[in-house]
């Protein structure tokens, strides 16, 4: 993904995605999720492909030291305008630095981070192999990676709400798709994500389920309507514990993984 792809998009995405109520609810969700693996602050986190640090900023309000790394110049733009409106210890403790994720390890100058997020991003790729490879190599021993990805699993959902048949008749052995910001996507496995980071020296500690009742009522068109603060929470406390459970963290159109890097 590079910057002249983002440079359209970073409007819609960071102003108008992250403003829905699926966006609201996406940021929440991840947040408590990644609560309860996280070292305590000021512990160095890495966001790969952070985009306009919605996920990375609220960890910086925590007290977190973080670095936030995104290819596109028009994204950490947005970044910037956002760390601008928090308060000033909040943005003494952000960097942000422009350079792809398959060279992160070179870019940080070989950090090692008690975290390394990457969420959103594997899907935007052919392979997810390299990335996830330098995801695995900038985390510290014993520290944590977080990955959220499109589910292969689920990939029927979004054609099937939409009405759209055939094209869901299709995707139940599908990868690929045109996402909602007309982009190409991949979509991954759970168990395949798994193997992937674990042969890479990060035992898998949990998997949650991301979106799914707020993606099914904003797919069939009777969102959530994101100025009603109280039905937002209370749509994002349904959500929390439907990524906990089973089987519904399993039809959830995005999943997260955690995982943890072993000693050196």
Not at 145 to 152: F, H, L, Q
Request: glycine letters at 8%; aromatic letters at 6%; hydrophobic letters at 40%.
């Amino acid at each position: 993904m590079g910057d002249d792809t983002w440079a359209s998009l970073a409007d819609h995405f960071a102003d108008e995605a992250y403003a829905s109520a699926k966006g609201r609810v996406r940021t929440y969700v991840l947040h408590q999720q990644l609560l309860e693996h996280l070292p305590a602050p000021p512990a160095p986190v890495l966001d790969v492909g952070g985009g306009a640090g919605h996920q990375s900023f609220p960890l910086a309000q925590a007290g977190y030291d973080v670095t936030l790394l995104d290819p596109s110049s028009a994204m950490l733009d947005k970044a910037q305008q956002r760390l601008q409106r928090l308060p000033g210890e909040t943005q003494r403790r952000v960097t942000l630095l422009e350079a792809d994720g398959e060279n992160a390890d070179e870019a940080v100058n070989g950090q090692r981070f008690a975290a390394v997020l990457c969420h959103g991003v594997l899907g935007y790729l052919e392979q997810p192999e390299p990335l996830v490879d330098q995801l695995c190599r900038c985390t510290a021993a014993g520290g944590i990676v977080s990955i959220m990805a499109g589910n292969a699993k689920a990939s029927a959902v979004r054609p099937a709400l939409e009405r759209r048949w055939d094209d869901a008749l299709a995707s139940f052995d599908a990868r690929s798709e045109v996402g909602v910001l007309g982009l190409p996507t991949r979509a991954d496995t759970v168990e395949e994500l798994s193997e992937l980071v674990r042969s890479r020296g990060v035992e898998p500690l949990r998997w949650y389920g991301v979106w799914l009742f707020v993606d099914w009522l904003d797919l069939s068109g009777a969102e959530v309507d994101p100025t009603d603060a109280q039905q937002v929470a209370a749509a994002a406390a349904v959500e929390l514990e439907a990524s906990r459970r089973d089987p519904y963290r399993q039809l959830s159109r995005i999943f997260h993984l955690v995982g943890r890097k072993g000693p050196s």
